[in-house]
């Protein structure tokens, strides 16, 4: 049986609310129990189903912003998505909220797809057609025509949803061409380069932290640190294991790009010092430390080579 992969996203508003519906969706999808990349406000998780064509892994990234960072990355999310959903508190503020995303994004979507407005149940119908009116003008406005409002009240509600997603896109031929995970070399340098880094010609980003030179290779995706006294040539270099997945820096199948910009801002505000892993081999405070010895005694071995020069 055909077996395929789509991806959609699904947008938090950032309410009282926020913890409560990103909490909804995970009860109901596949992750790891500390996947959440907060760092660049992405947490993909995966919705696994059967379709009348075959079974269905559905990505799922749920997305928010609640800084400049996020603001910077977030539109990039949307890239090769096939429907957009909006989880909101369903108040009058949750049209704003949406029409803001949208043009923010709107260089990366694809209207021709369905945009889904998610709520909790209304009190009254009159509430509904009051809502729902709001998001026709905006939608029009946008020129935006496939759209739905739907109501939520347990995960078992989003279950069913998920399922008819998953269904709709299978039998649905896709409009452009799209990226299941992740993003191409060109977007994520794109990302970086926004964030504030410089790239050279071999698709490396070079900081230098505490006597360290780190070398992130967006192509290769590896992270290489490196200490080099350039007065008597004494280099040594090691490439590390990062895989802390609670603040996004795990090797996730797909998502390596999303973990090397997780990387860069580790570098950025001096935290990648401090990660420590669930294993010794994963303790970057350990690897640092052994790259320092490792210096020290191939500056020895220099020195005293020469001496007997």
Known sequence: MPRFLAKIVLTLEPTDLQTKFHKAVREVTSHHLSNLMEIIGIDPVVFKTRTPEGEMNLQIWITSFNNIIHRTIMPNYYLGARKYLFMC??????V???REIIELTIDKLNALYEFIILVPPFKSKQARTRLKNK???LFTEL????FSLREWREPEDLMELFRECAKEIVLEKPTTEYLPVGFNLKTTEEIVRKIGFTINDRHEVIETLNGIQFRVNLEK????????NPENGCKVSKELCIVVADRGYASITGL???RLISVLLAIKDKSILGLKGSRPQEDIRQQLQDLRKKFKNEC??????????
């Open 256 to 258: 390596g790009d999303l």
């Open 96 to 98: 704003d909220f949406v």
């Open 135 to 137: 998001f026709q003008k």
């Open 300 to 309: 020895k071995k220099k020195k005293q080579k020469k001496e007997k020069e």
């Open 89 to 94: 508190e369903g108040k009058g503020g949750s």
């Open 221 to 228: 995706n590896k992270v290489i640190a490196e200490i080099i």
């Open 143 to 146: 020129n935006i025509r496939h």
